[in-house]
Each structure stands twice: as structure tokens, then as C-alpha cells.
């Protein structure tokens, strides 16, 4: 989701230039910066943004290149002198400190422009060509932010196929775990029947309890699931946002991956778990730079 963009334009002798930067976000926020004048813009731009992304942070900035710092201005001499004399009258009474000069300056109005370059402009028809510029602005964005989608899809590919190989393992190891699960306890319980009488129907319940909790046939049937989803997502031609599936799907992921560890009453297994913990927390850090 990151990038940046830029447009110019000119119109009946007005220059200006666009800037728009994006960075990472796991929703969308709009921030906008324009000249004096110009914010009823951004209701537009705010709805321009909304439907070309989903994600990200996003600034907008539009600077008039004829408002420049060299453009010619002059200052204001009598309002100046005017604003010294009031504040002196404070400053008598004690109610306020002495101004500083570059305060007074910065106050709207002391420092004029000699010619407005905007002044006497058809504003409508400039605000047409504004939005017409952030138009274009905002497919340089999406080119640039598909761009990095598109590098980024062999590295979620890469870390899905070592998901992939981990669940298959997990899945190799778990095909004889219930028997030798109950190999296990009838050795054990063996022990304890020699010193005594135990009721054998309620052993065999008690073996079919423990070997239903240690199978972790279902949370592996899912894990393929949420593999073959995210490959599809992954593969699929049609453009759109994907990130937020994603991302859910991770979430997913994860949740089957601590199943799995929880259930797990092997070593091996359980080293599986945690590796498959590792490499989803990759895919969730790359799927957060996805639109």
C-alpha cells in the first residue's frame, strides 16, 4: 500500500501540482493539505479516494506553483502599525507580552500578494480541471500501488508453500497418532490393571475420549482449506482488494495452527505447530502492504 504520485496541470494561466503519499494502514485514512480557499475540495477528493482504495494511509497535498515564495507581495503598513498600537495598549496594561515581529506577519492579512494569480479566474471551471488532474493522480497511485502488489505475490506464494509443507507433515504424522495414542494408554493402563480390577468398558470409553481430543484431522482439513483459498486469492486475474481477506484468512490460520499446537502430544507435531505459528506470522506482516 505504499507509493507515491504526482500530477501537474495548468489552466487559463493558473499552474498547480498534485502530491499524494500512502503508506501501510489496515483501514483507509484520508488526510488533506490545500491552499487557503480550497478546502471545499476535499469532501470530493475524500469521495475520489474512497473508490479507487480500500487500505491505507493516504495525504493529498495541491500547491498553486504562481504561490510561490517568490511571488511578488507587499506588506500591508498601515494594518501593521495599526495591530502594534493595539498590542502596546496590552502590553501597558500588563494583560498580554510584547508581540513578536514574526507573529504579526503571519497574521492573515498584513502580508499580501501584489497580483493573485487566481483572482478573476472562472473558479468553476479551474475546480473542474483540479478534480479532472487528481483524477489522474490517483490512477499513477493505483498503478504504483499495484506495482508493489504485484512483487509482492511471489513472497506470499513462497511462504504459502512452506505452510503447505508443514501442514502436509503435520497430516503424516497425525495419519497413525490416534493408534499409537491408544497403544500408549493400554500399556499404561496395563500397569495399573495388574494391581487391581478396573471396569473395561469404561477404559474403552475413556480411550475413545482421549484419542477423539488428540485428532487433529479437522483443524488439518481446514488448514488445506484456508491454503487453497489463499492461492485462488492469490492467483485470481480479476483486480480488486484483497488485503482485508487476507488478512482474515491469517487470522484464521492462526487460530488452527494454536489447535493444533494445543492438541498436539508430540514432540514433533507440536515443533510443526510452532513452525506453522512462524511462517503465518510472515504472511500477515506481507499482507499488511496489500490493497
Not at 30 to 39: K, S
Not at 64 to 89: C, P, T
Not at 258 to 274: F, M, P, V, Y
Request: hydrophobic residues 45%; aromatic residues 4%.
Amino acid at each position: 500500500m505504499t507509493g507515491f504520485a504526482r500530477a501537474s496541470g495548468a489552466h487559463d494561466g493558473v499552474n498547480w501540482l498534485w502530491e499524494m503519499k500512502s503508506v501501510n494502514g489496515r483501514g483507509l485514512e484520508i488526510r488533506c493539505r490545500f491552499p487557503a480557499g480550497f478546502d471545499f475540495l476535499e469532501d470530493r477528493l475524500r469521495k475520489l479516494v474512497k473508490s479507487r482504495f480500500e487500505r491505507g494511509s493516504v495525504n493529498l497535498h495541491l500547491q498553486f506553483e504562481n504561490r510561490s515564495a517568490a511571488a511578488a507581495h507587499q506588506v500591508n503598513e498601515e494594518f501593521l502599525r495599526e495591530l502594534i498600537a493595539l498590542s502596546g495598549k496590552y502590553v501597558a496594561e500588563g494583560t498580554v507580552q510584547a508581540p513578536r515581529m514574526d507573529g504579526l506577519l503571519a497574521l492573515r492579512g498584513v502580508i499580501e500578494f501584489k497580483d493573485d494569480p487566481l483572482a478573476g479566474k472562472d473558479m468553476e471551471a479551474l475546480e473542474g480541471e483540479l478534480l479532472a488532474s487528481a483524477d489522474l493522480l490517483m490512477t499513477e497511485m493505483a498503478r504504483v500501488r499495484a506495482e508493489e502488489g504485484g512483487q509482492l505475490r511471489p513472497v506470499l506464494l513462497s511462504q504459502l508453500d512452506v505452510v503447505d509443507t508443514l501442514v502436509k507433515r503435520a497430516a503424516i504424522l497425525a495419519a497413525g497418532w490416534p493408534e499409537r495414542i491408544r497403544e500408549k494408554i493400554q500399556s499404561q493402563m496395563a500397569l495399573i490393571l495388574e494391581a487391581g480390577s478396573v471396569d473395561e468398558g469404561r477404559l474403552e470409553q475413556e480411550l475413545a475420549l482421549l484419542t477423539t481430543k488428540a485428532d487433529i484431522a479437522e483443524e488439518l482439513d481446514r488448514l488445506t482449506g484456508h491454503i487453497k483459498a489463499t492461492r485462488d486469492i492469490l492467483n485470481a486475474t480479476a483486480r480488486g482488494s484483497v488485503g482485508r481477506r487476507l488478512d482474515f484468512i491469517c487470522q484464521e490460520f492462526n487460530r488452527e495452527a494454536n489447535t493444533l499446537c494445543s492438541k498436539a502430544n508430540d514432540r514433533e507435531l507440536t515443533q510443526i505447530g510452532l513452525d506453522l505459528k512462524v511462517a503465518i506470522d510472515k504472511m500477515r506482516e506481507q499482507v499488511q502492504n496489500i490493497e
